[in-house]
């Protein structure tokens, strides 16, 4: 037997996505779709859900925490994100990327799942703010070490520059997280 087949079908699988019943994003030009290499693809398949599952623990602060700072704290980290997710959405598009989630049910470092998400419905008090706080911290954390891969390694301009603002507000965010 082969041993190096499971291996490989973790390859086939992380790259290959899953299924989807999303629209397609309208297609790219070529010139447009060559500007952007393989690590600029991935890291907008993976930053795109992160932060949008990132803000949907985020909001749920308002009804679920007693406490004032973890409410401010979440505001604060909710807002600049929303903005940013503007910019990556956009940018996921312009390189002719679907809308779907290829991650979806993967478990990945700083990624709040679904069961994360079901998790943080069903808390109230410090249970919920502890929880929020270390999922934001650990997706600030993983953004920061993202970003930097895409700074070093991507080809389109645009998006390392994007990589940059996203860097520098993941590690502001973290250092607010930090002093909750």
């Known amino acids: ?19 989807t019943t999303a629209a397609p994003a309208p297609p790219a030009s070529p010139a447009t779709q060559a500007a952007f290499n393989p690590t600029d693809v991935a ?3 993976l930053v795109v859900p992160m932060t949008e599952n990132a803000l ?19 505001d604060a980290f909710a807002g600049p994100q929303e903005r940013l997710l503007v910019h990556l959405r956009a940018t996921r598009d ?3 990327l679907p809308a779907s ?9 700083g990624m709040v799942t679904p069961a994360d998400l079901v998790a943080l419905r069903t808390e109230r008090g410090s249970a919920f703010d502890r929880r929020l706080v270390a999922l934001l911290r650990a997706h600030a ?15 389109d301009a645009g998006t390392r520059e994007l990589a940059g603002a996203v860097g520098a507000e993941v590690t502001h965010a973290g250092e607010l997280l930090a002093k909750v």
């Open 1 to 19: 037997m082969n041993r190096r087949f499971p291996g490989v079908a973790v390859v086939v699988l992380c790259l290959g996505g899953c299924a």
């Open 43 to 45: 890291w907008l398949q």
């Open 56 to 74: 949907a623990a985020a909001r749920l602060a308002p009804q679920h925490t007693a406490s004032p700072a973890i409410r401010s704290a979440a």
């Open 94 to 96: 312009r390189a002719g």
């Open 101 to 109: 989630d290829v991650h979806s049910g993967h478990r990945m470092p």
């Open 141 to 155: 954390a993983q953004l920061v070490v993202l970003a930097g891969g895409e700074q070093n390694s991507g080809a």
